[in-house]
C-alpha cells in the first residue's frame, strides 16, 4: 500500500497572512535589522550610543537624565549609565552640575558627531517610500515594538 502523502494547509491568522508567510517575514526583518546595525557601527560608536545621541538632541532638559535615557532605550539605569560614561569620555555629552537628575547634554564634539549620524542612510532608504508605504510601515513597527514589549514584560512577570 502506498503511503498517502497528505499537504498541509496552511492556517490563516486574524491578519490574513498565512503561517509559511510569517517565518520568512521575521527573517527578513531580522535580515534589515542587521543590515542596518552593521552600518550603524561607525566613527567607532555602537549603535546604543548612535542612540542617545540622538536622543538628547531632541529632548527636553527634564527628559536628558539617566533615567530618561533608560525609559527611551528600554533599558535599566545601570545600563543607560554605562553608555552615558562612554560617551562622557570620549567628550561626546556631559553632565549637568545638579545634585540630582543631573541633565546630559551634548558638547561641541557630541553635535559634530551626530552631524555624521550613520540613521541618515536609513532615512535615505525610508525616504523612496510613498507616504502610504511609509504609514503601513510605521504602523506595522509600532504594532511589533508594542506587541514584543508586552511579551517581554509578561516575561519578566514569569520569572
Same mark, same amino acid.
Given at each position: ?22 517565518? *520568512? ?18 566613527? *567607532? ?51 549637568? *552640575? ?57 516575561? *519578566?512577570?514569569?520569572?
Amino acid at each position: 500500500m502506498a503511503e498517502e502523502q497528505t499537504q498541509e494547509t496552511p492556517t490563516q491568522p486574524e491578519n490574513g497572512a498565512t503561517t509559511t508567510e510569517i517565518p *520568512k517575514l521575521a527573517e527578513l526583518v531580522t535580515q534589515f535589522v542587521r543590515a542596518y546595525l552593521n552600518n550603524a557601527y561607525s566613527d *567607532k560608536l555602537r549603535p546604543t550610543q548612535w542612540e542617545v545621541l540622538r536622543f538628547l538632541s531632541e529632548a527636553s532638559e527634564d527628559e536628558r537624565t539617566v533615567s530618561g535615557v533608560a525609559r527611551h532605550q528600554r533599558t535599566t539605569l545601570g545600563t543607560a549609565s554605562i553608555t552615558i560614561t562612554a560617551l562622557e569620555r570620549r567628550g561626546l555629552v556631559r553632565r549637568g *552640575k545638579r545634585r540630582r537628575a543631573q541633565p546630559l547634554s551634548l558638547t561641541d564634539e557630541g553635535w559634530a558627531m551626530l552631524a555624521r549620524d550613520p540613521i541618515a542612510r536609513l532615512e535615505n532608504v525610508l525616504g523612496t517610500l510613498d507616504e502610504e508605504q511609509r504609514r503601513v510601515l510605521e504602523d506595522a513597527v509600532n504594532r511589533g515594538i508594542t506587541a514584543l514589549d508586552q511579551e517581554s514584560e509578561e516575561f *519578566k512577570k514569569a520569572s
